[in-house]
T-cell receptor
Framework: AQSVTQLGSHVSVSEGALVLLRCNYS??????LFWYVQYPNQGLQLLLK??????LVKGINGFEAEFKKSETSFHLTKPSAHMSDAAEYFC??????????FGTGTRLKVLA | NAGVTQTPKFRVLKTGQSMTLLCAQD?????MYWYRQDPGMGLRLIHY???????AKGEVPDGYNVSRLKKQNFLLGLESAAPSQTSVYFC????????????????FGEGSRLTVL
């Protein structure tokens, strides 16, 4: 069965610093992986997705993620944090035919 | 283009009361889902539907019922609300993965915050 683990429920970075949010997955088949972002009092919106076309995936707002099969990881990065990046981030894997498995989320705080 | 719309956005219930959350999507999506979001637990799937007239249980279905009488609507019902059902509920929809040109990205509504006293 597929599963997703996000390390660190809260991450704080200074404005302008590197953002690194960790996601490890478990999947018996080639996975489809996603990162979603949730701003306060809003629904989730897609940040980026891995579909096996390329291991380095670029998303919106300067975020990218690298699929590493050997490490079963799909970590999210951004070179320089902005105050507007403060939000909760969810990693997800497509599971089976119709379902998605979500991680427990990482709340990113950006310090001025 | 409204996308996924949830009503109501806020509701307070007393224990034992019933209510229905409505989700409507205008993207002609086949698949629709109801999730609940609780602090530290991420999103958990309550029920889902793969097409009009079909529903299936997710990982936390107890205490909830759903119906999909029309393709664009997916209703979530609580017959007898309990404090444990205090949560934020999200509806989502996606294309049919088998026929989709992409990988079935989920489109979310803005959420419905339910408090059961």
């Amino acid at each position: 069965a597929q599963s997703v683990t996000q390390l660190g429920s809260h991450v704080s970075v200074s404005e302008g610093a590197l953002v690194l949010l960790r996601c490890n997955y478990s999947s018996s088949v080639p996975p489809y992986l996603f990162w979603y972002v949730q701003y306060p009092n809003q629904g989730l919106q897609l940040l980026l997705k891995y579909t096996s076309a390329a291991t380095l995936v670029k998303g919106i707002n300067g975020f990218e993620a690298e699929f590493k099969k050997s490490e079963t990881s799909f970590h999210l990065t951004k070179p320089s944090a902005h105050m507007s990046d403060a939000a909760e981030y969810f990693c997800a894997v497509r599971s089976g035919t119709y379902k998605y498995i979500f991680g427990t989320g990482t709340r990113l705080k950006v310090l001025a | 283009n409204a996308g996924v719309t949830q009503t109501p956005k806020f509701r307070v219930l007393k224990t034992g009361q019933s209510m229905t959350l409505l989700c409507a999507q205008d993207m002609n999506h086949e698949y629709m889902y109801w999730y609940r979001q609780d602090p530290g637990m991420g999103l958990r799937l309550i029920h889902y539907s793969v097409g009009e007239g079909t529903t299936a249980k997710g990982e936390v279905p107890d205490g909830y019922n759903v119906s999909r009488l029309k393709k664009q609507n997916f209703l979530l019902g609580l017959e007898s609300a309990a404090p444990s059902q205090t949560s934020v509920y999200f509806c989502a929809s996606s294309y049919d993965w088998d026929r989709a040109v992409d990988t079935g990205e989920l489109f979310f509504g803005e959420g419905s915050r339910l408090t059961v006293l």
